[in-house]
């Protein structure tokens, strides 16, 4: 449907512009003052209008855990996380539906899902976050998860010996489905993409991260995987390749120009310099980088080495929520406790940047999202000024990016469809979906995880800390 | 009124508790399954019962900068603060309005102002604060923030001699108008108290904290103050005192069991065990820490050396939002990365007693305030766990702590009389409030701060960063 937003403020090279902006066949048509009225018109007055942020790295059915995990590391987290995922593709549905509107609801329009499989219905899941995200209208990136090595593999061994566990499902069968998934699901033009997205590292083998990269150049796909997020992570790959996890997946052909690498955590001056020159991006999850104690990622040495970084919530059970607005707030401000020099710190303009045409430029989508300008295709978010958490006025984006705005998204446009409109989600029933989430949960009190118990020892052991 | 919540979950030694609550005469009656009901009847039924916490920290007035000063640490922020500062009684009023509003739609039932002064208008700028809380109800604690030292003094002077600045008003000034305030203001029987509050030792003498504790003991008022917030007050306390600040205010008595003292970032071993033997409080203000690059205060050293740790927002032009949960969640979430062993980082359950227990032992109100215990006042907050904000269900406190709580506070009791309702404040009018926030200010685009420019060359000399 065309649109016409009317007297809305858009940031300036400096300070703002008042401006409409004509909205035609889900692209932007035109941006200036007193433009003639397409279509419907919206009234943007006291009103700021921002390209859509990427909620560029989650797990969406973690959202079934979210608030329940003790405060553990990454290694012990994710052996709790597993024993207890969902294995419903019914509970897929309904966690991509919960995640898609607490992104949308913080400014996001496009989620990158680097989406957990359920053992044995692999295309199952696929298929019941596809269906949420295109009855929401979210622009979706689902990236199946995929490893072909045991959890266990993924502990650094400390120079023991240990058996070698075989993971349920061969490197075959796994890329496998993954080329079912393209044949079935990956519609970009329809705005739903299937990413190539191998856990990381430390859970995969050569010849899965192979596969992926000549599926990715047959099918042009976006890459995507978790690298360095912990200090234990880099301590396996030293163990694993003898040198740098980022130097291996250089060798191996990986990093590209439309590779996404969530959390960053752990990498060295030489490993940055890899990412700048292969043009990866990095997706920073400051919320579960604290929540988990994996680190402080060193993104002001990314941004002076010209690596593009942009911003992701990380899955619910590791944050342990979907705002991306919470999670652009921290990981701006995170960082100037590492630098003295101000100078260097983040703006919150340059956050927007990052969060927008950052997040764009990681999918390979730089020329389509990311921005204001005529000819990108309508993802837009509307910001109310008058909400009392942007109050008094100042400057916009600083009340935005620094605040912690609450009923401040008045609308969402994906492809120049209207899905928030009036601070509510339009596409779907929300107090339906609430209930459902209600129905099929409850309030845990205790539950103990046989795998972190199975762990721990050794966890405790490798990273040098007081045996218990 | 008094009233009887029912069926309400509250937390128990393990797990939760299905309950009745209730209410008689402002303070807690009862605590039991199946109560008589006496009074009105409170639906409590997939809601969560928690004593309100405290916003330990925080200057109201600053909200009328909030989003607007750049990157910079708090020596040159505080010269842009300084040079904007609201001058009007008037606005003293809405700013306080602003932040009670947002301080009790994010869990907080107390706040303690350190209220920045009007140069000639004092006791009216109390006077507007104190009309502003009194109307919306919120408990308040104001402590005027006092100094008897120019703004430059707070610098490090790195060895050279400087002129010495006469502040504007004399110590002997200062205190009359303290006596003035509590003899016109403090009415804690009544909910408002007021503290004594010289803003730090970077910017107060002796005489003046000799001042503040004599009223202090007179009138049995709490004791609050910024301590230690950047690595130059270190610097500058070595300079002034020639040993560390936290000696020179034991050494001065201002250390005990009531007083609080804001940030303490910059704190050694011998400082944390005079803190804890003078039973003194931490407030931690962990989002201006990050956001003015001061560091990472050692909260996890603070817990296991037996120091009371609470939060608070701190003022919103350096954080910039009054959201206590936020601040409650990076509170407890930032310290993971600073301690390799996880059995020390905090639980969603320790941050509950610290932000609520913790604040109300810091204002000596720990018999009165701060649990859910029979007898205490009844300063209680309602937590609607059906918000798609808190849903699944998993564990209601991790939910609370670790998500982004959304449209979850259904109700909030000050002194047992009902301030918000249905997620609304009934107490004032609040899209009036708006009205006026929107209509007192306007978008800035660009300022400049002449102190900023007097200061920054010698603040980067002190600090060791490069000319620029």
Redesign the interface.
Same mark, same amino acid.
């Given at each position: 449907m065309n649109f016409t937003l009317q007297q809305v403020?858009i940031p300036a090279t400096?300070? !703002?512009d008042t401006v409409d902006v004509q909205i035609v066949d889900g692209r932007i048509a035109a941006i200036a003052a007193h433009l003639e009225v397409i279509g419907t018109t919206v009234d943007g007055r #006291?009103k700021l209008l921002l390209p859509g942020f990427i909620n560029a790295h989650t797990h969406s059915s973690e959202?079934?855990?979210?608030?329940?995990i003790?405060? %553990?590391?990454l290694e012990?987290w994710i052996a709790e996380l597993y024993d207890f995922t969902p294995l419903h593709p019914e509970q897929i549905y309904l966690?991509a539906l919960?995640t898609a %509107?607490?992104t949308l $609801?913080s400014g996001g329009t496009t989620v990158v899902d680097h989406l957990v499989l359920i053992p044995g219905q692999e295309i199952a899941t696929i298929a019941a976050a596809v269906k949420a995200y295109r009855e929401i209208g979210i622009r979706a990136f689902i990236a199946p998860l995929i490893q072909d090595q045991e959890l266990d593999t993924g502990l650094p061994t400390g120079g023991r010996s240990k058996e070698t566990s075989v993971y349920h499902r061969s490197t075959d069968a796994t890329l496998a489905i993954l080329q079912q998934a393209i044949d079935q699901f990956h519609h970009p033009e329809q705005g739903i993409a299937i990413m190539v997205a191998p856990t990381g590292p430390q859970l995969c083998s050569d010849a899965l991260f192979t596969g992926c990269i000549e599926l990715s150049d047959r099918y042009h796909l976006g890459r995507h995987l978790h690298l360095l997020e912990t200090q234990a992570q880099k301590l396996l790959a030293q163990e694993k390749y003898g040198y740098s996890a980022v130097e291996h997946l250089k060798h191996l052909g990986f990093l590209n120009h439309r590779t996404s690498l969530a959390h960053c955590v752990w990498l060295d001056e030489a490993d940055i310099e890899i990412l700048a020159a292969t043009q990866a991006t990095v997706v920073h999850n400051p919320?579960s *980088?604290?929540?988990?104690?994996?680190? +402080?990622a060193p993104i002001l040495k990314y941004q002076q080495a010209g690596v593009n970084v942009t911003f992701g919530c990380d899955g619910?059970a590791s *944050?342990?929520?979907q @705002?991306l607005l919470?999670a652009i707030k +921290?990981g701006s401000?995170?960082h #100037? %406790?590492t @630098? /003295?020099? !101000?100078r260097h710190?983040? =703006?919150?303009r340059q956050a927007v940047e990052m969060a927008s045409l950052g997040g764009a430029t990681g999918l390979g989508m730089a020329n389509e999202l990311g921005s204001l300008a005529v000819g990108k295709q309508a993802d837009l978010v509307l910001y109310d000024?008058?909400?009392?958490?942007?109050?008094?006025?100042? @400057?916009? +984006?600083? &009340? &935005? +990016?620094?605040?912690?705005p =609450?009923a401040a998204i008045e609308s969402v446009w994906v492809r120049g469809e209207q899905i928030v409109a009036q601070h509510q989600v339009t596409t779907i029933d %929300?107090p339906a /979906?609430?209930h459902q $989430?209600?129905s099929?949960?409850?309030?845990?009190?205790?539950r103990q995880s046989p795998t972190v118990k199975q762990f721990e020892a050794h966890y405790r052991s490798v990273?040098?800390?007081?045996a218990l």
């Open positions: 403020l400096q300070g !703002y #006291n959202m079934w855990q979210r608030g329940l003790p405060p %553990v590391p012990l966690s919960g %509107v607490e $609801l919320l *980088n604290l929540r988990l104690g994996s680190g +402080i619910a *944050n342990d929520s @705002d919470e +921290i401000i995170l #100037n %406790v @630098d /003295l020099d !101000y710190w983040l =703006t919150p000024l008058t909400s009392l958490s942007l109050l008094p006025r100042t @400057d916009p +984006i600083g &009340l &935005l +990016i620094w605040g912690r =609450t %929300v /979906l609430r $989430l209600f099929q949960s409850q309030w845990h009190t205790e990273m040098g800390l007081p």
